[in-house]
């Protein structure tokens, strides 16, 4: 058998046995009264979080002669499909054809999203796991570059876009988004809890560091790989202003999805607002579907359990 | 001396073999760090050295020294205005968030994994619509008595006379706060509630054998120190995005809000950097922020280093 499937299956093995004879002592329980009050708590303060979310997809759902009633209601009493049937509508008129910028936008969030990963993963293991010439300034530089305001470096990174021929074309978006630090720098704080004895047991096995990244660490940091995963998604799904800066020419990008959106088109008029709020909830939805695909595949993660330090 | 300079000479030695061995760590982080030299790096640089210029983007930039931070200092008084705004609310809604985030995760870990995720959606829904949800708090915080809480108040009796909550100055910096908190709820409750999920059962039950009395307990000594990555995650975004305050208030009370009020350093450096197009003093201001948010870094850094203890 293979080195590294055999330290899996020992961790496994390890981790199912515990499992078999877990001791008696369990963790501390509540009592009757403080489940009582967290879920009530719980359910107030979800109730105040999705209201937002519940009054965008009511508004969405009205027709005209509702949406302007003072005060305005939650409940809808005639549901119609009305504004996401205009919203379609619109699409389908749009200068750039729907199918070409609904293959852009699927082209940019997924190519920009998986790659990210892929090269940030690659560069978050050597600086959380080992320490070589270099690799302190990097992780200090890394935390720093957080912190300074994108609206400052448009112009610099336009000009560097411009002479890699870039612009027009999806690579404008999809390239400086791979160099987001955000992710990088979640995926290398979930990566430092990995105990040193599994990646050195690896090491003195023979195992190469590509070898021990895509084997033994990406399947132990799933956990923050997804999250890291929903946060590029989002970020690339409702970058619209990058959209505006670096197409020059209507051949490139339209996110027609997101302009509506953003009010830019449909804003106008008090008979879009409908539209507005239906472009509103289809935008909000594709992430949350990514969302709620990828949070339930966290539990089926080869546990860390056994693995920390 | 001499000693000295053969131990400098002895440590280039060592620092050269150190790098050698490291070749395959060069390699994978090669990827990313070329990109995040190329549109990070460079175009922070270009910034800063901007704010020592007065470039304003049409014109060729001219060295001008430390004008652009002194004219900030001495003869901008919206910006003196801009820097007290942001502390205040970046010390309520920072912290804020904060706490609150890891509260809800921690009392999302307790359930059962499907309405986990679902909480755990439901709490991230507002800051994953984005500006869509801005519409919402402008219905609730309405100035005429058609808004929610003036109805609210006005058929409690509290008060007789709609109040301005968007326009008065004396409660446009409330309902900015409240607003901001209201979206706090971003990815570092994500990295909160995926990082509690791999804190090892184990850990726990060693703890109640050794004496850990009641959740509390558990929480501080075996739950916080085994998160210590995920909470320096977590206040590196809580003090990005609460110093970077201004966009909800550019959305609700408009731009620039009533007697600047809730004008903070972020909407000062939108103004010179997207609206004026004075580039080298929007850089100034930038960078000013930057500064702020390393000492805040540096502060909260400190203070973590004594949780569990």
Not at chain 1, 79 to 95: G, K, Q, S
Request: hydrophobic share 50%; aromatic share 14%.
């Amino acid at each position: 058998m293979d080195i590294i499937t055999k330290l899996r299956a020992n961790y496994l093995k390890k981790k199912k046995s515990k499992l078999d004879f877990a001791p008696s002592v369990k963790k501390s329980e509540r009592s009757f009264w403080g489940n009582v009050i967290l879920g009530l708590f719980l359910l107030a303060m979800g109730f105040a979080f999705f209201f937002p979310v519940i009054f965008m997809v009511s508004q969405s759902l009205k027709p005209m002669n509702e949406m302007f009633i003072f005060p305005p209601e939650i409940l809808v009493h005639n549901p119609t499909m009305d504004n996401y049937r205009d919203f379609v509508n619109i699409l389908a008129n749009t200068v750039v054809p729907v199918t070409r910028s609904l293959y852009n936008s699927l082209f940019v969030v997924v190519v920009g999203s998986v790659g990210h990963i892929i090269i940030a993963s690659l560069c978050a293991f050597p600086l959380a796991k080992f320490r070589f010439p270099g690799s302190k300034f990097f992780n200090q530089l890394i935390v720093y570059s957080l912190m300074f305001n994108g609206a400052v470096t448009m112009i610099p990174n336009f000009l560097t876009i411009a002479r890699l021929g870039f612009l027009d074309t999806q690579w404008a978006i999809i390239i400086p988004g791979f160099a987001s630090t955000l992710g990088l720098y979640l995926m290398k704080n979930f990566m430092e809890q990995i105990p040193d004895s599994l990646t050195e047991a690896a090491q003195i096995d023979g195992a190469g560091y590509f070898r021990i990244h895509f084997t033994i660490v990406m399947p132990v940091v799933k956990p923050a790989l997804v999250t890291a995963f929903i946060m590029v998604f989002q970020s690339f799904w409702t970058n619209t202003g990058a959209s505006f800066i670096y197409a020059e020419a209507e051949k490139g990008f339209a996110y027609v999805v997101g302009q509506l959106a953003s009010g830019n088109v449909a804003g106008v008029g008090a008979s879009y607002k409908g539209i507005a709020s239906a472009s509103s909830v289809i935008m909000f939805a594709v992430p949350l579907i990514v969302f709620l695909i990828m949070q339930n595949n966290v539990v089926s993660t080869m546990a860390t359990s056994g693995m920390k330090e | 001396m001499a000693a000295n300079k053969i131990s400098m000479k002895r440590r280039a030695q060592l620092t050269l073999r150190d790098m050698k061995r490291s070749v395959p760590l060069y390699i994978m982080i090669a990827p990313f760090m070329i990109l995040f030299f190329v549109f990070v790096v460079y175009p922070v640089l270009t910034a800063i050295w901007y704010s020592f210029t007065d470039f304003n983007v049409l014109e060729k930039a001219n060295f001008i020294g430390l004008n652009n931070y002194k004219k900030l200092f001495l003869d901008d008084s919206i910006f003196i205005t801009a820097i007290k705004n942001t502390l205040i609310i970046a010390v309520i809604v920072g912290p804020g968030g904060y706490i609150m985030s890891f509260l809800l995760a921690w009392m999302i870990n307790e359930l059962p994994h499907k309405l986990g995720v679902v909480l755990t959606v439901i709490f991230y829904a507002p800051s994953m619509a984005g500006s869509a949800v801005l519409s919402v708090f402008q219905q609730i915080f309405s100035n005429d008595s058609n808004g929610y809480l003036n109805a609210f108040l006005q058929n409690l009796g509290i008060i007789s006379e709609p109040i301005l909550w968007l326009s008065d100055s004396d409660y446009v910096m409330i309902v900015v706060v409240l607003a901001s908190l209201w979206t706090s709820m971003g990815v570092g409750f994500l990295s909160f509630v995926a990082g509690i999920k791999g804190v090892d059962d184990a850990q726990y039950e060693a703890g109640a054998i050794d004496g850990i009395k009641n959740r509390w307990q558990e929480l501080w000594f075996i739950t916080l120190p085994n998160m210590k990555p995920q909470l320096m995650f977590g206040a590196v975004m809580a003090i990005t995005s609460s110093l970077s305050v201004g966009s909800v208030g550019d959305g609700l009370v408009g731009f620039p809000s009533p007697n600047y009020a809730t004008h903070t350093i972020y909407n000062h450096l939108m103004d010179y950097g997207s609206i004026r197009m004075e580039m080298g003093y929007a850089s100034a201001i930038a960078f000013i922020l930057f500064l702020l948010m390393i000492a805040a870094n540096m502060l909260i850094q400190k203070l973590l280093r004594k949780v569990g203890t």
